[in-house]
């Protein structure tokens, strides 16, 4: 079990739990965090999965794949530290992930 | 006034579904017509993951999106159904009991008995980046899709994004600016790898520029654009002085017209029955992915078999009265007759 923060625009936190082998959007979706729309079911082919990962797990989570960069011209604001939630998979090592949603997926 | 197209069915969207409806209703005898706001049949398939596979169509192992596709167009070829496309179906009439009149945003008007709706998750719309205040100048200066070139002769054009869309624009629209500017947010393209070459070419010619950066406000007045303000890869802020601007983020999909044809709506699906997959709305059937029922499961071999249940019914409201032999493929000479293979 990975404990995952999601935070809010306003700056609201919500904490879920993620199991190994999901994605970050998956346990996003499954707990109903707002602002996480997912369009595409996680096939990389939408951009509405998008979240900041802050800045101290930036490395942890890991870089982008090739199909993701790509998909991320899609994506609103995107910054070094923007990630396609549905791209990143939970882990152990990912325990205390915290992520920022975006006001507005696009 | 335009010409009426008068026929049998009329199927709106050429996702999966509305592809195999041509199929189902062909076995029948039903003769229709296939309409789509994309410019390609395959909706989902084609337009969002072409080249992704898919696993669960029965019999098929592995199948990409595009090669489902094009099996599809070879299944309901012998059926010679007229495809439409660009065409999006804005209206829906209901003139008597099994009269309806269509209506598309390209002029088109049909006249059928039958209506099938396939219309998936709605009509592909251009997205539109979130930047405060562009509504206001969405029409006049900011434009999502280029539908006559010459609007833009003279004027200075700022194409934004790294698709295939975006640079075939730039390519084709430099010509008639008066200036051009692709802004991109990396220096690394989706888009095929030739136009991408030949607006470097155009670049290094001096007859454009290209930025690296990221749009995050609007400069003008009364919707006429002067500037856009944009982020650099390097956090620093610039203007790129233009008077339209063309955003190109990819398409997304919206309920769009569906939502005013007067059926019953639920959380914008179309609810029909399981027998015949009608709407409220006698004549009017709903396929695929926008309807919605107990159990409804997102998938297209439910579409395909929501197809044939269907065209069960679309039979009897073309020839009332009559009988529909339940006969299959493999036995019935009538049926292979239809299909071209005896
Ligand atoms: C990334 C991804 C992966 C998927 N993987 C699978 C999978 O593995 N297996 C599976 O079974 N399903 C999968 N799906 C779902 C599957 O693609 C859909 O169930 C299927 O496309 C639905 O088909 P459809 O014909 O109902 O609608 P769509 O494919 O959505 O097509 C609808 C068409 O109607 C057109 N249209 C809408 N409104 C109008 C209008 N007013 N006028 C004219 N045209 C209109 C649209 O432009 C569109 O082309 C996946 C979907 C995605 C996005
Ligand atoms: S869910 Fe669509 S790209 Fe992540």
Redesign the pocket.
Known sequence: MAKITFIQHNGAEQTCDGSPGMSVMETAIKNMVPGIDA???G?C??ATCHVYVEPEWVDKAGPRNPMEEDMLDFAFDVQDSSRLSCQIKVTDALDGLRVRVPAKQF | MSDVITTDAVI????????FAVFELGLVDVKCHV????DRP????????PE??????PALPIVT?AELTSRLLEQIKPFGAEFHYN????ELIKHGDNDFELK?DGGLVFRSKVVVI???????QPKKPPIPGIDSYEGTSVFYSVKKMEAFRGRDVLIVGGGDSALDWTINLQPIAKSMTLLHRRDDFRAAPDSVKKMRELVAEGKMQFRLGQVTGLKGEAGVLSAATVKGNDGATFDIATNTMLPFFGLT?KL???AEWGLNLHENLVPVDTAKFETSTPGVFA????NTYPGKL??????FHEAALMAQQAFKYKNPGERLLFQYTTSSSSLQKKLGVN
């Open positions: 369009d595409c079911g096939a082919a939408c | 709106i969207g050429a996702g999966p579904c509305g592809l309409v789509d706001i994309l395959g909706g989902q398939c084609a337009e969002l993951y992704k596979p898919i696993y669960d169509i999106g065409q999006m179906v804005t598309t396939a219309a998936g998750g709605g009509s592909f999909m769009g017209p569906v396929i695929g992915d926008i997102k998938l297209i071999l439910s579409g």
